[in-house]
């Protein structure tokens, strides 16, 4: 149980810090990095999320995704760990997707804003 919510406090973290770097710190950032940046939010929610998808089968639990059961491997309790990776898909869809998006778009318009002033000189 302590895991999850020391997760809940690090999840802002996970969403917000990309965006805040990337809106802050944009002109001393080369262009894969900005696009990195833009992609990260999604990226680790769905990997997260995708990770506790596996984990669930490989750890064997009991129950479904809603009522999850013990997860039980090598002696130790493993549900909070996947109940929060389980958990990143609601944020995934609602935030970071969106925001991502928004994000990329950005950045595109800003690549291309930079190539048109470098080839046509303005």
Avoid at 5 to 26: D, G
Avoid at 76 to 93: A, G, H, N, Q, V
Wanted: glycine share 8%; proline share 6%; hydrophobic share 55%.
């Amino acid at each position: 149980m302590t895991f999850f919510f020391l997760q809940l406090l690090l999840l802002p973290l996970y969403l917000f810090a990309p965006p805040f770097i990337l809106l802050n710190w944009h002109a001393r950032l080369s262009w894969p990095t900005r696009y990195g940046l833009a992609i990260a939010p999604v990226a680790i929610t769905y990997m997260g999320w995708q990770f506790g998808g596996w984990a669930f089968n490989y750890f064997e639990c009991g129950g479904n995704f809603k009522m999850i059961g013990d997860c039980l491997r090598w002696g130790y309790d493993f549900t909070s760990i996947i109940e929060f990776f389980l958990f990143l898909m609601i944020p995934c869809m609602a935030l970071a997707l969106p925001m991502s998006l928004l994000l990329l778009l950005g950045t595109l318009y800003q690549h291309a804003t930079s190539l048109y002033a470098k080839k046509w000189g303005r």
